[in-house]
Nanobody
Framework: QVQLVESGGGFVQAGGSLRLSCATS????????VGWFRQAPAKEREFVAA????????IYADSVKGRFTISRDNAKNTVFLQMNSLKPEDTAVYFC???????????????WGQGTQVTVSS
C-alpha cells in the first residue's frame, strides 16, 4: 500500500518561493504518475501539475505555467513542486496524488496525501 506524505508548505510573501515534496511510505513511488492539486477555502479542488512515472511527461494548469515546476527523483521516491513568484491566489492546501498516468483529473488518481498548507501574503 502506497501512502503519500506532503511536506514543505508554509507562509511566504508574494513573490517568494516554496518547494513542496511528496514522499512515500511503504511501496515505491517509482511506477506511479504523481499529480499535485490544491484546494482553497470554500473552493473546489483544482489541478496544479502532474508528472509521469518516467518524468518525461509533465503537464500544468495555465494558472501556474512558467512559475511552478514539477520534478521527481525516483531514487529517493520523491516528487517535488517548485513554486516561484507566488501570489496570494496560490494560497491553498496542496495535495499530491498517485495514479497510473499524468492526468488533469483527480478521479484518475487513487492514492492521496493529507495535504500541506501554503499561505501567500500580499
Amino acid at each position: 500500500q502506497v501512502q503519500l506524505v506532503e511536506s514543505g508548505g508554509g507562509f511566504v510573501q508574494a513573490g517568494g518561493s516554496l518547494r513542496l515534496s511528496c514522499a512515500t511510505s511503504g511501496r515505491t513511488l517509482r511506477r506511479y504518475a504523481v499529480g499535485w492539486f490544491r484546494q482553497a477555502p470554500a473552493k473546489e479542488r483544482e489541478f496544479v501539475a502532474a508528472i509521469s512515472w518516467t518524468g518525461r511527461v509533465t503537464i500544468y494548469a495555465d494558472s501556474v505555467k512558467g512559475r511552478f515546476t514539477i520534478s521527481r527523483d525516483n531514487a529517493k521516491n520523491t516528487v517535488f513542486l517548485q513554486m516561484n513568484s507566488l501570489k496570494p491566489e496560490d494560497t491553498a492546501v496542496y495535495f499530491c496524488a498517485g495514479g497510473d498516468s499524468a492526468s488533469y483529473y483527480g478521479g484518475e488518481y487513487d492514492r492521496w496525501g493529507q495535504g500541506t498548507q501554503v499561505t501567500v501574503s500580499s
